[in-house]
Structure formats: C-alpha cells, structure tokens
Nanobody
Framework: EVQLVESGGGLVQTGGSLRLSCAAS????????IGWFRQAPGKEREGVSC????????????NYSDSVKGRFTISSDNARNTAYLQMNSLKPEDTAVYSC????WGLGDWTRAGLYDYWGQGTQVTVSS
C-alpha cells in the first residue's frame, strides 16, 4: 500500500524551528519528486519546497517558494525512504497545515499540486507571535 505519513508539526514561537518528516512506504522515494505544500485557513494551497534526485523540481534538484527561501531546507534520506523539511526562523504567517506529496519522476512546474500522485494526511504547524 502506498502511503505518505507526515510528522513533526507543533506549536512554536516566532523565530523558532521545526523539522517535518515525510515517511514514504509502498514506493521508492528516489524515483519520485517530493513536494511540501501548506494551506492556511481561508487561503489557497501553496507549494513550499520540492526535492527530486532526477532534477524533477522544475528542472532542479531542490526548489523553494520565495516566501521560505533562505529559511527552510528540504532534504531526503533514501535509506529511510523519508523526506524532511527543516524550518528555521519561523514566522506567524508560516502557520498552516503542511502536507507532503509525491509525483513519479517530477514535474516541469513543481507547484502544480493537482499533478501529484500521492498525498499525506498533513501536519499542523502553528507559530505564535
């Protein structure tokens, strides 16, 4: 059974850090691009970051939205079949449900959420001011 399970969300103060994990089962992570998305109440889903060993994140191995560039770092551990999102210098506007998603090989536009094959259930990140 294909599954993505996120963990690591929680409540943190402004300026704090969290590391989200996305554990994959039922498929090999290295054959897929993994995207992290977030959705805040009343807002559209936003692509946060992407990682792909085959440069499937819009032609790059990693990619980030402008809103998180320089603060968030995406990585993956193929031995653990897990992707991570290290989030530093968190701001209240980072508050959202964060979900990881997988798409086979990658996408020309990694932010197109509708093209991903598999999704996790999401984890809540709340940043207090």
């Amino acid at each position: 059974e294909v599954q993505l399970v996120e963990s690591g969300g929680g409540l943190v103060q402004t300026g704090g850090s969290l590391r989200l994990s996305c554990a994959a089962s039922g498929f090999d992570l290295h054959e897929y691009a993994i995207g992290w998305f977030r959705q805040a109440p009343g807002k559209e889903r936003e692509g946060v970051s992407c990682i792909s060993l085959s440069d499937g994140c819009s032609g790059s191995r990693t990619n980030y939205s402008d809103s998180v560039k320089g603060r968030f770092t995406i990585s993956s551990d193929n031995a653990r079949n897990t992707a991570y999102l290290q989030m530093n210098s968190l701001k209240p506007e980072d508050t959202a449900v964060y979900s990881c998603a997988a798409v086979y090989w990658g996408l020309g536009d990694w932010t197109r959420a509708g093209l991903y094959d598999y999704w996790g259930q999401g984890t809540q990140v709340t940043v207090s001011s």
